[in-house]
């Protein structure tokens, strides 16, 4: 067996032993947690005001 077969034996150990653990914890981030459920508002507020309109490009001066 060359060092090139057993590399690729090992790389898959470990590449299936990153999945396992992966799949073990469950999906990550702010889309694998559950949401709380929305409370009903219990008043009607008033609406907030309309945003302004859009404003031109902003330039900022880069130095070199």
């Known amino acids: ?3 090139q ?3 690729g034996i090992l790389g898959a150990l470990v590449a299936a032993v990153v999945l ?3 799949f073990a914890y469950g999906p990550m981030g ?3 947690k559950s949401g709380k459920p929305a409370a009903a ?3 009607q ?3 907030a ?3 302004p ?3 031109g490009p902003v330039i900022k001066e880069v130095p070199n």
């Open 41 to 43: 508002p219990a008043a």
């Open 49 to 51: 005001p309309a945003a």
């Open 20 to 22: 396992v653990v992966a």
């Open 45 to 47: 507020t008033a609406p």
């Open 5 to 7: 077969s057993f590399a």
């Open 30 to 32: 702010p889309f694998g």
């Open 1 to 3: 067996m060359d060092s």
């Open 53 to 55: 309109g859009p404003r």
